[in-house]
């Protein structure tokens, strides 16, 4: 893509960013890791789903019919706020579930050029402006664009469900979670971390809506523009991480 920042920034650093830069970065954003929270135990989950706002307007209800001489009517109220809470329960822990797949699909590894030189990295290690190298079965935990590619071929059915793999270009993205089928290319990291379209997914997830949303919130007005810069060729993102 002809006037890109995150192009124009790879032919500036064809050697990648020195481990001074690299170390700036990681201090000023912190390590690329998905947002995750506590996990509740099981059963605070459940009994949450039973004492809410209106599951309480519910309970008083059923009580109040059985004074009123309606018993069979209050114990009908009393099984809906059960059944409701249950399958409630169910769907937030389907949810949080669902958001630990999302982080198990990262690498734990990316090889990037650091100080002109070809490196394996921890994947956390990973930032705006790293230069990755990717390869034939690597898997990305970045939104990355492309500077080169030849004959890639990336698997994006874990964000976008199409089973067949797209064959990205040079300025085309790369997403986190995205699988490199085969070929070789070199791409910039645009965004990491929750400004990654894969975060956006796994808060949607986490929030408990199974609808996936390609909503991001970037820990950086740089990062954030990055990834919503993808637009419809987003859904072809991916770092080099193993």
Request: charged share 20%.
């Given at each position: 893509?002809?006037?890109?920042?995150?192009?124009?920034?790879?032919?500036?650093?064809?050697?990648?960013?020195?481990?001074?830069?690299?170390?700036?970065?990681?201090?000023?954003?912190?390590?690329?890791?998905?947002?995750?929270?506590?996990?509740?135990?099981?059963?605070?989950?459940?009994?949450?789903?039973?004492?809410?706002?209106?599951?309480?307007?519910?309970?008083?209800?059923?009580?109040?019919?059985?004074l009123a001489g309606?018993?069979?009517?209050?114990?009908?109220?009393?099984?809906?706020?059960?059944?409701?809470?249950?399958?409630?329960?169910?769907?937030?822990?389907?949810?949080?579930r669902a958001h630990?797949?999302?982080?198990?699909?990262?690498?734990?590894?990316?090889?990037?050029?650091?100080?002109?030189?070809?490196?394996?990295?921890?994947?956390?290690?990973?930032?705006?402006?790293?230069?990755?190298?990717?390869?034939?079965?690597?898997?990305?935990?970045?939104?990355?664009?492309?500077?080169?590619?030849?004959?890639?071929?990336?698997?994006?059915?874990?964000?976008?469900?199409?089973?067949?793999?797209?064959?990205?270009?040079?300025?085309?993205?790369?997403?986190?979670?995205?699988?490199?089928?085969?070929?070789?290319?070199?791409?910039?990291?645009?965004?990491?971390?929750?400004?990654?379209?894969?975060?956006?997914?796994?808060?949607?997830?986490?929030?408990?809506?199974?609808?996936?949303?390609?909503?991001?919130?970037?820990?950086?007005?740089?990062?954030d523009a990055g990834?919503?810069?993808?637009?419809?060729?987003?859904?072809?993102?991916?770092?080099?991480?193993?």
């Amino acid at each position: 893509m002809e006037g890109s920042p995150a192009v124009e920034t790879a032919e500036k650093r064809p050697r990648g960013l020195t481990s001074p830069e690299a170390e700036a970065w990681l201090r000023q954003y912190g390590p690329n890791l998905l947002p995750s929270k506590k996990p509740r135990p099981a059963w605070r989950q459940c009994a949450a789903q039973m004492v809410h706002f209106f599951a309480l307007m519910l309970w008083v209800a059923g009580a109040l019919a059985i004074l009123a001489g309606m018993p069979q009517f209050g114990l009908a109220i009393f099984v809906v706020i059960i059944l409701n809470g249950v399958f409630a329960f169910v769907q937030e822990y389907r949810a949080e579930r669902a958001h630990e797949k999302l982080r198990d699909l990262l690498p734990r590894r990316a090889m990037v050029l650091r100080d002109g030189a070809l490196v394996e990295i921890d994947a956390a290690q990973l930032v705006v402006d790293d230069v990755v190298l990717l390869r034939a079965r690597d898997r990305a935990s970045v939104d990355m664009r492309l500077f080169e590619a030849f004959a890639l071929s990336i698997d994006t059915s874990t964000l976008t469900g199409e089973s067949i793999p797209v064959t990205p270009q040079a300025g085309d993205m790369v997403l986190a979670g995205t699988l490199v089928v085969e070929g070789q290319g070199q791409a910039i990291v645009i965004a990491t971390r929750r400004a990654t379209r894969l975060a956006g997914i796994a808060q949607t997830a986490q929030a408990g809506h199974p609808s996936c949303s390609g909503a991001s919130h970037g820990a950086c007005d740089r990062q954030d523009a990055g990834a919503t810069a993808a637009g419809p060729s987003s859904a072809r993102s991916h770092c080099v991480l193993r």
